[in-house]
């Protein structure tokens, strides 16, 4: 098993949860192939058959105050969440008892009060930095909240991607991304998208720590996340998690995906996320087959009846369309404070308004810094650099890496302590701090 | 009292809002130390530090989309495109996900995004453009573009107090080049509503930002003729106040409409339909249009002067409707 130690033991119930959305998730996606056999349900269909593991593992690690944003195959994370099948059910089928009410289909819907779920849009990338803007606001409004999306290998070329990462870097942002490499990109390979092995291995140009993870090990996969989770709302954001999968369905049904080497298949089908976390159950004794039917009884018992409420469900009144373009006071708009707001008002926020350059950005501390940064670890001349993460192969530091490091303190010593990079602190305050 | 520019007044807002409610931030390129390209933040980051201003990368689609995130969570940012021209970089998350967010999953997105615009001032193809109309033409954007200080002040106030979000142009030739006194206390100008800026009788010339100070100068030389054209500033795009404009056509039966924006597919077709479908019986003349070329802004002056509209054009083309 890769990925980052682990932090905490999974207790029984967590690792018996983790099975029941698992199975959840498949479950629920079997019956939407049959209803969309059935032409029941009205637009796409998109599987994400073997990627179980990615969404239950990385979502598990989120707590209740987190946000997330899905992607289209990111249904297991929305369970995790506590959103019921219905929903996803009358989604599909554009009912009027959905989410969105009919107005959009599939995972595209949220809940910004009670759940905390941004709802995803077609165009890959952009919810990199709309959830870097929640992690912010997060720590602004001091909730002490992780924001998490995903991201396939495909959506990691678009330009939103580096945007988003770039100013969620920047930031120090409380924010994980899940870069959900499943292999194919609709009908392109990964090899023909980013030449280079690991997604994650981009991370290190952001600044930014990652790992990279068995995306089928659902267990790899959870602790990958809550360490990443843990160390951003301890304020050691952002990081980007890469989990190695495979899509096992086309990009959408009506795709037979003959594009895909069938022993690329086999090679999965025997790595199959479920199949495999229900071995390691049984052979580490934590259920017997007695739990397991039971588990896999309530499941069916549930979708039975949240499918039945769906396909009972009425189609969205023809009127409804002209609704709700704009907010006229239906939605009150209240920022959830956790901290005073004294401290983001003056005089208590004023600061002097200069920037300080460490080091002034000089050739000769560079030629050290790339030395120093060729392993996964990042400058440590440069402030606003992590830590290459120890998944992705950071080694002891190298001599000339210590000799930046000794530099940098050199430099800091003889600077004024600060609090901000923005001068020296409040007005009328400086020196005494 | 003393006078205030435009830019004095949209930085005004900016400071009082952020004054009045913690929920008020502000993102965008250079606009913490530097004071914004235009100075319209400068003081800001001083006052209210750098977790209220925030410098950013040069990533238009990650500032509009931190601002959007920002809002999910109560948080109202004001984002600032350095030139709005630039707004074409993050045009899919402008229109793709900031405008449907609340018509698809309910979500408001109460954003301002703000930033200079408008040419005359030889800033070339790339710091000169209107693009409001592309925003214009998309559902759940509120588009305002004032044309004075009074205006900008109340109507970016009105902007960050919306739920909706708000794009906010700033012309940027009228920055410094209008002043008037402005209220000491607190005020607000309302979205979606045009301003009578003269009455008249012979024909209604509508316009707005910088084509509004040319249509008023144009109907003081139309007066000096016997000609007593209505001038409306219209003052927000979207939505619409065609209650004030299919009014004001109802007593002038003659329209002009005048803007800075290239012509086809700019906002005087959509007024024209809009007169057509409400008021075509009170009609007495063709709906004529007083628009920039259809052509990129070019960068020399010579080109430029012909390019805009000026008060000339619109004086010419009046002087002709008049005569229906």
């Known amino acids: ?58 979502a598990y690690a989120l707590e209740k105050r987190d946000w997330l944003a899905p992607m289209i195959r990111n249904i297991g994370a929305l369970l995790v969440k506590g959103v019921p099948p219905r929903d996803i059910f009358t989604q599909h089928m554009a009912k009027y008892t959905s989410p969105t009410k009919g107005k959009d289909g599939t995972s595209h819907f949220g809940d910004l009060k009670v759940r905390h779920i941004v709802s995803p849009i077609s165009m890959l990338g952009d919810l990199i930095p709309v959830m870097t803007g929640v992690g912010m606001a997060g720590r602004y409004l001091g909730q002490k909240i992780v924001a998490m999306t995903w991201i396939g290998d495909g959506g990691s070329s678009t330009g939103a991607f580096h945007e988003g990462m770039g100013l969620a870097a920047s930031q120090r942002a409380p924010f ?57 709302r301890a304020g050691r954001g952002p990081w980007m998690i890469e989990v190695k999968t495979m899509r096992m369905k086309g990009h959408a049904q009506h795709d037979p995906a003959e594009y895909v080497p069938e022993e690329m298949f086999a090679y999965w089908k025997a790595r199959d996320p479920i199949a495999r976390y229900e071995k390691f159950l049984t052979e580490s004794k934590t259920w017997d087959a007695k739990t397991k039917s039971e588990i896999d009884a309530r499941i069916e018992r549930e979708l039975d009846a949240e499918q039945k409420f769906a396909e009972e469900s009425p189609m969205p009144p023809p009127e409804f369309a002209e609704e709700g373009v704009y907010c006229d006071g239906c939605h009150t708009i209240e920022a959830e404070w956790q901290r005073p707001k004294s401290e983001v008002t003056p005089p208590r926020a004023s600061v002097e308004a200069a920037w300080k350059v460490e080091g002034f950005g000089g050739f000769e501390d560079s030629i050290e810094g790339v030395k120093a940064t060729s392993g996964a670890s990042a400058g440590k001349a440069n402030s606003g650099a992590g830590n290459g993460s120890k998944a992705n192969g950071s080694a002891e530091k190298s001599a000339p890496a210590k000799r930046v490091e000794e530099k940098a303190k050199a430099l800091a010593a003889k600077a004024e302590p600060e609090r901000t990079p923005f001068g020296r602190g409040p007005k009328g305050k400086q020196g005494k701090r | ?230 001038v409306i500033d219209l003052r927000t795009l979207l939505p619409l106040d065609s209650e004030t404009i299919l009014s004001s056509l109802k ?29 075509f019986e009170d009609l007495d003349g063709p709906i004529v249009r007083v628009t920039a070329l259809d052509t990129p802004v070019p960068y020399a002056p010579t080109l430029e002067e012909r390019f805009l509209p000026n008060t000339e054009k619109v004086v010419a083309a009046a002087r002709e409707l008049a005569k229906y």
């Open chain 2, 1 to 230: 009292m003393a006078q205030s520019t435009m830019l004095e007044g949209i930085r005004q807002a900016l400071f009082e809002e952020m004054e009045r409610d913690p929920a008020v931030v502000a993102l965008g390129e250079d606009i913490g130390v530097y004071g914004g390209a235009f100075k319209v933040t400068e003081g800001l980051l001083a006052k209210y530090g750098p977790e209220r201003v925030i410098d950013t990368p040069i990533a238009e689609t990650a500032i509009v989309g931190a601002a959007c995130g920002m809002s999910f969570m109560g948080l109202r940012p004001v984002a600032e495109m350095q030139f709005i021209d630039f707004i074409a970089c993050c045009f899919n998350q402008v229109t793709n996900f900031v405008a449907k967010s609340h018509y698809l999953w309910g979500a408001p997105v109460p954003i301002v995004l703000r930033g200079p615009s408008g040419g005359g001032v030889h800033g070339g193809p790339f710091h000169s453009a209107n693009p409001e109309m592309y925003f214009v033409h998309t559902p759940g954007l509120k588009v305002v573009y004032p044309s004075t200080a009074y205006d900008a002040k109340g109507l970016l106030k009105s902007a960050i107090r919306d739920n909706n979000p708000v794009l906010f142009f700033e012309h940027k030739f009228l920055y410094r080049r209008i002043k008037e006194e402005l209220p000491t206390e607190d005020y607000t100008v309302p979205i979606g509503k045009a301003a009578v800026r003269r009455e008249g009788t012979d024909l209604t010339i509508l316009s707005y930002a910088a084509m509004a100070h040319t249509s008023m100068e144009a109907a003081a030389k139309l007066a000096q003729e016997g000609i007593e054209a209505e």
């Open chain 1, 176 to 232: 994980v991304l899940i870069v959900e490499n499943n292999q194919w990109a609709y009908s392109t390979p990964v090899s023909r998208q980013v030449p280079v092995k690991n997604l994650a291995d981009r991370a290190v140009a952001y600044g930014v720590k990652s790992a990279t993870v068995d995306g089928n090990d659902v267990v790899a996969v959870y602790r990958a996340a809550k360490e990443a989770v843990d160390e951003c």
């Open chain 1, 1 to 58: 098993m890769s990925g980052p130690a682990t932090r905490e033991q999974l207790t029984r119930e967590q690792h018996l949860d983790l099975y029941y959305y698992m199975q959840l998730n498949r479950q629920l996606e079997e019956r939407m192939v049959r209803l969309f056999r059935q032409n029941k349900i009205v637009g796409g269909l998109y599987s994400s058959l073997g990627q179980e593991a990615v969404s239950v593992g990385t």
């Open chain 2, 251 to 279: 007593k002038t039966n003659k329209l002009l409409v005048v803007h800075e924006d290239t012509r086809t597919g700019g906002i005087a077709g959509e007024i024209a339909a809009l007169v057509c479908e409400g008021a």
